[in-house]
């Protein structure tokens, strides 16, 4: 059973930095492509960053240059590095995993998900 379990998020003033990590585990697969996505109150859930097996990379427009996402495949964790924070970061931000990367944004492409952390940017 695939589970994934997020950490690192807080309260933070803008300009900020915070580092999530989204430990996995349980997952066979010799592929995968991992995401993060955010959801704020009253939003819908939104893709940020995502990361592939190949070491691929793709990013949301509203947070290039200040998202970075990796993943270390000896301890099976995915990062999201959040520089430069603004308080339109303020989410519950979610990891998500599937075997391949099928699209961009939509929520339903990723089967494994975590229970999400909170991050909360103050002005």
């Known amino acids: 059973q695939v589970q994934l379990v997020e950490s690192g998020g807080g309260s933070v003033q803008s300009g900020g930095s915070l580092r999530l990590s989204c430990a996995a585990s349980?997952?066979?697969?010799?592929?995968?492509?991992m995401g993060w996505f955010r959801q704020a109150p009253g939003k819908e859930r939104e893709e940020v960053a995502a990361i592939d097996s190949d070491g691929s990379t793709i990013y949301a427009d509203s947070v290039k240059g200040r998202f970075t996402i990796s993943h270390d495949n000896a301890k099976n964790t995915l990062y999201l590095q959040i520089d430069s924070l603004k308080p339109e970061d303020t989410a519950m931000y979610y990891c998500?995993?599937?075997?391949?990367?099928?699209?961009?944004?939509?929520?339903?492409?990723?089967?494994?998900w975590g229970q999400g952390t909170q991050v909360t940017v103050s002005s």
């Open positions: 998500a995993a599937e075997v391949f990367c099928t699209g961009w944004g939509n929520p339903d492409d990723f089967g494994y």
């Open positions: 349980g997952y066979t697969y010799s592929s995968y492509c």
